[in-house]
């Protein structure tokens, strides 16, 4: 005669109650690791830096499109200028080692070669769409991430995990969706005047931004936000506006002004602002590498809102696109990085106080051993 379970016929057996208990322990671990607060908080915060920059977008596209005006230089050096009314000035208020004049005295060169590589890494990359397409633009600008990472690795010691670069691999598997329905979308429609040059300077820029973007999370975790905002926005007000007058003082004479173009100019403005100081707060709670990564839904929030905006035909490989880049940004998320210290000899340094302190070592022991031998 055939043995049941005490449960009766149809109740499960052992083996499979145990296989289910693992399932739900694995489902609570995973929900555990990839939903905590902390992961929660980092999406919020990198999503609100990803509509900063499609407002920047949609203000400088009806710039162009609607009012003929293509001015990056000059909407970049409104931005700097408002980082150097507020953080600069609270920079020259401050009293001890870390006022202005201190500054400027230790660590004016460095933050002289900081400020030229953010002003042009934002002109390299507006200027790129001039001569390429939207497609090179959109892919090439990946280029800054494993640059980031590599500079940070030599830089900043993060040690990344597998984890990591599969992140990486997916959030760039998510930008290629992106373009793919783009070019079904039918967006893909300038050719550009020089591919090839176009190329080079995405390229360029993107390479500018990662340098910038990694003395940005070396400054404000070593020293302090304050003090990389109020050095850039310093020294690139002052090589913005002068790039400004050498290569777009003829089209700024051109513009035809009136209230919407100011506003216009006024909104990216903020919105570039608003970028530049929250982005500090995420990158001293992540890392660099992390809020890049969150940003590349950028674009696609400026696709959603030129549905609306613009009449862009609309495609749900758009939807899939953010769907991969937000699951590689929270694989990215889950696992933290390692800092490797960097290595220092065991040996303590020879040196003049060390020589004599041993001398009196010696002569201490001398001293003992004569009143023991007494």
């Not at 500054?103 to 590589?117: D, P, S, T, V």
């Not at 050498?246 to 919407?260: F, G, L, P, R, T």
């Not at 990085?337 to 040996?347: F, H, I, N």
Request: charged share 15%.
């Amino acid at each position: 005669m055939e043995a049941t379970s005490p449960e009766g016929p149809g109740a499960p057996q052992p083996h499979e109650r145990r296989a289910a208990g693992a399932f739900a322990s694995l489902l609570r671990s995973i929900k555990g690791k990839l939903f905590t607060w902390d992961i929660l908080k980092t999406i919020a915060l990198g999503q609100m830096l990803s509509l900063c920059i499609c407002g920047t977008a949609i203000t400088s596209q009806y710039l162009a499109e609607r009012y003929k005006v293509n001015t990056p230089m000059l909407q970049s050096f409104i931005n700097y200028c408002l980082l150097f009314l507020v953080y600069t000035m609270m920079l020259a208020f401050r009293s001890g080692n870390d006022t202005l004049l201190y500054i400027l005295k230790r660590k004016w060169w460095k933050y002289i070669l900081l400020g030229l590589a953010d002003v042009e890494a934002n002109y390299l990359i507006v200027r790129a769409y001039q001569y390429t397409t939207l497609t090179s633009v959109q892919l090439l600008d990946c280029f800054g991430i494993p640059v980031l990472m590599a500079l940070s690795w030599f830089i900043l010691y993060a040690r990344y995990r597998v984890i990591h670069f599969i992140a990486v691999a997916v959030c760039l598997l998510g930008v290629g969706t992106m373009v793919g329905a783009d070019i079904l979308a039918g967006r893909e429609d300038n050719s550009g005047s020089d591919v090839l040059i176009g190329d080079i300077l995405v390229l360029l820029g993107a390479s500018l931004y990662a340098i910038s973007n990694v003395c940005e999370e070396y400054i404000v975790k070593k020293l302090s936000r304050e003090e990389f905002l109020g050095m850039v926005g310093l020294f690139g007000t002052i090589i913005s506006g002068l790039q400004l007058l050498i290569v777009e003082y003829k089209d700024i004479a051109n513009i035809h002004w009136d209230w919407k173009i100011a506003l216009l100019l006024v909104a990216f403005a903020l919105c570039m602002f608003c970028l530049y100081s929250f982005m500090p707060l995420v990158i001293k709670a992540t890392s660099a590498t992390s809020v890049n990564l969150g940003i590349l839904t950028a674009d696609l929030y400026s696709l959603f809102f030129g549905l609306f905006l613009f009449g862009y035909k609309f495609s749900g490989l758009y939807i899939l696109s953010f769907t991969i880049i937000m699951v590689g940004f929270i694989l990215y998320c889950s696992t933290p990085m390692r800092t490797a210290e960097p290595t220092e000899s065991s040996v303590p340094p020879v040196t003049i106080i060390g020589i004599d302190n041993l001398g009196l070592k010696i002569e201490e022991n001398l001293q003992e051993t004569h009143c023991a031998v007494l």
